[in-house]
């Protein structure tokens, strides 16, 4: 008898053993990842931006291909809508028309074109912009070759300045 317990003890336990090794790769994922699984409360405000910056991040290069869009993101102590764009200064490597060698007005009208283009698709999501222009903040932003960062416009208010 104490043989018979012995073997059912040991059958139960090697089952066990079986069964936590046995384990599916999703189980294994699922508990690998269970930390990340935990469920958080966001805004309305939020969540349409991120569907809004699922379609936009990347998408917007502008005809002239010298403005290239970053994701938008919401600053809650200003209460606005914050885009980055990045300037190129020549659309190839041997670009005739560098964007800094364009006339002012030239690069006016791109700038604010890519601001336009912003704030219309933003206005699907929040028809408050429509009426609000001051919702929408952009900086434009230009990388020199050796590295350093400039902001060469921006847009506030309503309005765009170029910094020269």
């Known amino acids: 008898m104490h043989r018979t317990i012995?073997?059912?003890?040991l059958c139960a336990a090697?089952?066990?053993?079986?069964?936590t090794h046995a384990q599916s790769p999703r189980d294994q994922n699922a508990r690998?990842?269970?930390p990340h699984m935990a469920i958080r409360?966001?805004?309305?405000?939020?969540?349409?931006?991120?569907?809004?910056?699922?379609?936009?991040?990347?998408?917007f290069v502008g005809s002239d291909r010298y403005v290239?869009?970053?994701?938008?993101?919401?600053?809650?102590k200003a209460m606005r809508f914050?885009?980055?764009?990045?300037?190129?200064?020549?659309?190839?490597?041997n670009d005739p028309e560098p964007f800094f060698k364009l006339p002012r007005a030239q690069r006016e009208s791109i700038l604010q074109g890519a601001v336009d283009h912003?704030?219309?698709?933003?206005?699907?999501s929040f028809p408050e912009i429509k009426n609000n222009r001051g919702l929408v903040y952009a900086e434009f932003q230009f990388?020199?070759?050796?590295?350093g960062r400039s902001i060469v416009a921006k847009y506030e208010n309503g309005s765009l300045s170029l910094a020269e």
């Open 143 to 147: 990388r020199s070759s050796g590295g």
């Open 82 to 93: 914050r885009a980055t764009f990045r300037i190129q200064e020549k659309r190839e490597y």
């Open 41 to 59: 409360a966001i805004s309305t405000l939020e969540w349409e931006l991120l569907q809004f910056n699922l379609l936009w991040q990347g998408a």
């Open 68 to 76: 290239t869009s970053y994701p938008v993101m919401f600053d809650p």
């Open 32 to 34: 690998a990842l269970k």
């Open 14 to 19: 090697l089952a066990t053993s079986m069964l």
């Open 118 to 124: 912003l704030a219309e698709l933003l206005e699907q």
């Open 6 to 9: 012995q073997a059912v003890v």
